[in-house]
């Protein structure tokens, strides 16, 4: 083989899969053949190569040439916008039907028609709308479930109703510990904004799943109960009837309850169009939750956050006292712009610091129980403090016990402040403090004073059905004139109060008379007796001077 020949035949294989790769983009191009322009396609070219290429000593290598080959270049990277604000963000992830049917129509008509309203919502929800939010989106919820506080308490974290609900999200006491929320005299784990969420989501979720995975049956269910749903779903089949939401019989709560929340989320939808105004809350974090080491006084950590006591309270609802639970949850909810430096100062603070201390000597007959439920602290607190090994005190010497730095009014959002605030409203009518006596109720002093019982519950941040405490004092506004409650004997002064008192078994006149400190006689001519004997459930009038019962 001549020099001049390897030349040649190595460019001619060097060069033929750089122009075979040329010839791929093109299904057909024209050929010179025998000085006659003729089409050819890339298989004919690619044969004719070939065949051309035969003549040489060695074969070529094979190359494999497809019919044709589509270049494509990548697609251009699109970003989506992302929401400016939280409303935004909620419109994005609406999911819920909504039919605008008469009872929808009516809530969007009353919502619509109060955009005031709407702006104390929006204000309460500021701090916590992001991350409600968060947490429905982390489900795979519809987004509507995020106004679900709008319906249940206005975004009122300190909100109580007469079915003794409470929090954003109003859990009863019976559901709240079923979902993890711990009551106790310190924390209420309702009004706590991190846990009461993630556990009405739990609900929410199971309800959802128990009800066949229809959202309208589990909001139904959250309002009224998973066994009313499913009891008004099995009298409509009876009946053969639709079994849809809009065709249950359910209670007239609940078929207002679920259209509702379809029409709050349908004017935040239409707000441009009826003229109401959202405000522009960024959709970015507003709050941040922060551990603490230990129980922690709240007016001090007030202080380290740089805020003030009522702001640290409308975060943190859920403590009932001047400080944190003393067994947890140990974190705050602090503004965003708080976290960095409170938890500096947290970090260079010793735990001691935390609390103020008193010093309490130890009397004869105290025990750590005693002394701990005394100071409205824990033992395992005092023990910790006071290096204590056992339960074992001895008179006379000290113990450090936990105090509030700051005078009670510091602590302006406490279950007794807050008590004293709503106490203290002036309404119409004539004032009365009222001490509760043994076997009152609400219904008896109602009818003593001439006043609702729901309104005396009002008066007094209760629900109806909350238990009266013995030595307890209510505030009562009556139109009755003084005089018919309040008597004076030689310059002492007596308040007569007017009892309705239901007869039990084994009571008798003289018995019921001692009770009361009055007459035989007198409870005769209070009431008329028939009888011979006294039947329980029967009712006697009293009037009765309390003055006498304290």
Same mark, same amino acid.
């Given at each position: 083989?001549?020099?001049?020949?390897?030349?040649?035949?190595?460019?001619?294989?060097?060069?033929?899969?750089?122009?075979?790769?040329?010839?791929?983009?093109?299904?057909?191009?024209?050929?010179?053949?025998?000085?006659?322009?003729?089409?050819?396609?890339?298989?004919?070219?690619?044969?004719?190569?070939?065949?051309?290429?035969?003549?040489?000593?060695?074969?070529?290598?094979?190359?494999?040439?497809?019919?044709?080959?589509?270049? =494509?270049?990548?697609?251009?990277?699109?970003?989506?916008?992302?929401?400016?604000?939280?409303?935004?963000?909620?419109?994005?992830?609406?999911?819920?039907?909504?039919?605008?049917?008469?009872?929808?129509?009516? #809530?969007?008509?009353?919502?619509?028609?109060?955009?005031?309203?709407? =702006?104390?919502?929006?204000?309460?929800? #500021?701090?916590?709308?992001?991350?409600?939010?968060?947490?429905?989106?982390?489900?795979?919820?519809?987004? #509507?479930?995020?106004?679900?506080?709008?319906?249940?308490?206005?975004?009122?974290?300190?909100?109580?109703?007469?079915?003794?609900?409470?929090?954003?999200?109003?859990?009863?006491?019976? @559901?709240?510990?079923?979902?993890?929320?711990?009551?106790?005299?310190?924390?209420?784990?309702?009004?706590?904004?991190?846990?009461?969420?993630?556990?009405?989501?739990?609900?929410?979720?199971?309800?959802?799943?128990?009800?066949?995975?229809?959202?309208?049956?589990? +909001?139904?269910?959250?309002?009224?109960?998973?066994?009313?749903?499913?009891?008004?779903?099995?009298?409509?089949?009876?009946?053969?009837?639709?079994?849809?939401?809009?065709?249950?019989?359910?209670?007239?709560?609940? =078929?207002?309850?679920?259209?509702?929340?379809?029409?709050?989320?349908?004017?935040?939808?239409?707000?441009?169009?009826?003229?109401?105004?959202?405000?522009?809350?960024?959709?970015?974090?507003?709050?941040?939750?922060?551990?603490?080491?230990?129980?922690?006084?709240?007016?001090?950590?007030?202080?380290?956050?740089?805020?003030?006591?009522?702001?640290?309270?409308?975060?943190?609802?859920?403590?009932?006292?001047?400080?944190?639970?003393?067994?947890?949850?140990?974190?705050?909810?602090?503004?965003?712009?708080?976290?960095?430096?409170?938890?500096?100062?947290?970090?260079?603070?010793?735990?001691?610091?935390?609390?103020?201390?008193?010093?309490?000597?130890?009397?004869?007959?105290?025990?750590?129980?005693?002394?701990?439920?005394?100071?409205?602290?824990?033992?395992?607190?005092?023990?910790?403090?006071?290096?204590?090994?056992?339960?074992?005190?001895?008179?006379?010497?000290?113990?450090?016990?936990?105090?509030?730095?700051?005078?009670?009014?510091?602590?302006?959002?406490?279950?007794?402040?807050?008590?004293?605030?709503?106490?203290?409203?002036?309404?119409?009518?004539?004032?009365?403090?009222?001490?509760?006596?043994?076997?009152?109720?609400?219904?008896?002093?109602?009818?003593?004073?001439?006043?609702?019982?729901?309104?005396?519950?009002?008066?007094?941040?209760?629900?109806?059905?909350?238990?009266?405490?013995?030595?307890?004092?209510?505030?009562?506004?009556?139109?009755?004139?003084?005089?018919?409650?309040?008597?004076?004997?030689?310059?002492?002064?007596?308040?007569?109060?007017?009892?309705?008192?239901?007869?039990?078994?084994?009571?008798? +006149?003289?018995?019921?008379?001692?009770?009361?400190?009055?007459?035989?006689?007198?409870?005769?001519?209070?009431? @008329?007796?028939?009888?011979?004997?006294?039947?329980?459930?029967?009712? +006697?009038?009293?009037?009765?001077?309390?003055?006498?019962?304290?």
């Amino acid at each position: 083989m001549s020099p001049l020949y390897q030349v040649a035949r190595n460019s001619l294989l060097l060069t033929l899969p750089i122009s075979l790769a040329l010839l791929q983009g093109c299904e057909t191009f024209a050929w010179k053949d025998n000085g006659n322009a003729k089409t050819k396609s890339i298989a004919e070219i690619s044969q004719a190569v070939r065949q051309q290429a035969a003549t040489v000593s060695e074969p070529l290598p094979q190359v494999s040439i497809p019919e044709t080959q589509v270049i =494509q270049s990548p697609a251009p990277v699109v970003e989506e916008p992302q929401p400016a604000t939280v409303w935004e963000r909620l419109l994005a992830g609406y999911s819920l039907d909504k039919p605008l049917n008469k009872r929808v129509q009516t #809530e969007y008509d009353w919502f619509s028609s109060h955009p005031e309203y709407l =702006q104390r919502v929006q204000q309460r929800a #500021e701090p916590f709308m992001h991350f409600i939010l968060n947490e429905v989106e982390k489900r795979n919820m519809p987004t #509507e479930m995020a106004l679900l506080p709008v319906v249940e308490s206005a975004f009122q974290p300190f909100a109580y109703s007469h079915g003794r609900a409470a929090g954003l999200w109003q859990f009863i006491p019976s @559901t709240g510990r079923a979902y993890g929320l711990k009551q106790n005299w310190w924390y209420d784990g309702r009004r706590d904004v991190i846990a009461s969420t993630a556990a009405a989501l739990d609900y929410l979720q199971a309800l959802h799943k128990q009800l066949g995975g229809d959202w309208e049956y589990a +909001l139904a269910a959250y309002n009224a109960g998973a066994g009313n749903v499913r009891k008004a779903i099995r009298h409509n089949k009876r009946k053969k009837r639709p079994v849809d939401f809009w065709s249950l019989g359910l209670p007239k709560e609940t =078929q207002a309850y679920v259209p509702r929340l379809i029409a709050i989320s349908m004017v935040f939808r239409d707000a441009e169009k009826l003229g109401i105004s959202l405000d522009s809350i960024p959709d970015e974090p507003r709050i941040a939750v922060v551990p603490i080491k230990s129980q922690i006084d709240l007016a001090k950590a007030a202080e380290m956050a740089d805020i003030s006591v009522e702001e640290l309270y409308n975060l943190n609802p859920a403590y009932n006292r001047w400080a944190t639970d003393p067994a947890g949850p140990h974190r705050l909810v602090l503004p965003i712009e708080s976290e960095a430096v409170f938890s500096q100062r947290m970090a260079e603070l010793d735990e001691s610091d935390l609390l103020q201390w008193q010093r309490y000597k130890i009397k004869n007959g105290d025990s750590l129980i005693r002394i701990a439920n005394k100071h409205k602290t824990t033992v395992a607190i005092i023990k910790d403090v006071n290096n204590l090994k056992s339960h074992r005190i001895r008179a006379g010497k000290y113990l450090l016990i936990p105090v509030s730095s700051a005078s009670p009014e510091i602590y302006s959002k406490t279950v007794s402040q807050r008590l004293a605030q709503k106490q203290s409203v002036k309404r119409s009518g004539t004032k009365i403090e009222y001490t509760v006596q043994p076997g009152d109720n609400l219904w008896d002093i109602s009818r003593t004073y001439k006043v609702s019982y729901k309104k005396i519950a009002k008066w007094n941040g209760m629900a109806p059905t909350d238990t009266l405490r013995t030595g307890q004092t209510l505030v009562i506004w009556t139109k009755q004139k003084s005089s018919d409650t309040t008597l004076a004997v030689n310059d002492v002064p007596k308040r007569i109060s007017k009892v309705s008192y239901t007869i039990r078994k084994g009571d008798s +006149l003289s018995r019921i008379a001692n009770k009361f400190n009055v007459s035989v006689a007198d409870i005769k001519k209070w009431n @008329t007796i028939n009888k011979k004997y006294l039947q329980p459930g029967d009712r +006697l009038k009293l009037n009765v001077d309390v003055t006498e019962q304290l």
